[in-house]
């Protein structure tokens, strides 16, 4: 008797054992691909998120691109007039244009004097007018600049570059005509008559509203969303002691391990 149940224990073992194992690895094998379903869920509703918020974005830039553009093109006519008229219309039209887009902060040309002023015979030297917003109230200048000296931004970056561009994000300094500062960029436009380069129009805009946008990105509790422009710079963050900083600086790791990828893709 006592070795028959020594060997039905024998038998028992020799099933449950193996039973209690497939069992756990059952168990792991549906964890694992619980967690599997559930991370690649997330990762479908945060792509979707982040590409509905990208085309919000992409969507008003397009739309101030389009402004500067047709400004750049129509600017065209300053040959059939006078020049006060012309930079006064001009000017005028700045202010229009201001007063029905709030979120533009600052609307602003520069001129090439050796072209629209032909007793000028240096290559540097420009006509700026600007029109902008400060306390509620528009207001407009027009100056004569690098009389004596083309500034170097503006011969090695900016004239050199003939097609319509998004600036970097920067802080704004301009403190002698404007008394608040925020996080901005600019959307220019040349100023072409075939292949001669006679000035650039442009607009600055803050970034406030896409700050704002940011910030309301949470797809799961815990996590929070940020914007970073083509060089890396940090253009909207919860964390605003972190706007205008290259994510290289902070995120060294993350940044090359995502490169990595992206190549492994690619």
Request: with cysteine; net charge neutral; charged share 25%.
């Amino acid at each position: 008797m006592a070795r028959k149940i020594k060997i039905q224990q024998k038998v028992q073992l020799f099933i449950i054992g193996p039973s209690i194992v497939i069992y756990f690895i059952a168990l792991g094998y549906i964890s694992f691909n619980s967690r599997k379903s559930a991370y690649e869920e997330a990762t479908k509703l945060t792509d979707m998120y982040v590409s509905e918020s990208a085309k919000v974005v992409k969507s008003s830039l397009d739309v101030d691109m389009s402004l500067v553009k047709t400004l750049s093109n129509a600017f065209l006519i300053y040959e059939d007039l006078p020049d006060e008229k012309w930079q006064d219309l001009f000017l005028n039209m700045y202010q229009n244009v201001l007063a029905n887009n709030p979120h533009i902060y600052n609307l602003w040309d520069s001129w090439e004097l050796s072209v629209i002023d032909p007793s000028w015979q240096k290559t540097h030297g420009r006509l700026a007018m600007e029109c902008w917003r400060e306390n509620g109230t528009l207001k407009q200048n027009k100056s004569y600049r690098s009389m004596e000296k083309e500034a170097e931004v503006y011969d090695k970056i900016i004239k050199p570059r003939r097609i319509q561009s998004i600036w970097e994000p920067y802080f704004d300094i301009e403190a002698a005509n404007k008394s608040e500062q925020y996080l901005m960029t600019t959307l220019n436009s040349p100023i072409l008559k075939g292949d001669t380069y006679i000035g650039i129009v442009a607009i600055d805009i803050t970034l406030d509203k896409f700050q704002a946008l940011v910030e309301k990105l949470s797809p799961f509790t815990g996590s929070y969303a940020f914007m970073i422009s083509n060089g890396g710079i940090i253009a909207g963050h919860p964390k605003k002691e972190l706007l205008n900083k290259n994510i290289m600086e902070l995120l060294p790791e993350d940044c090359k391990n995502n490169n990595e990828s992206s190549l492994k893709r690619y």
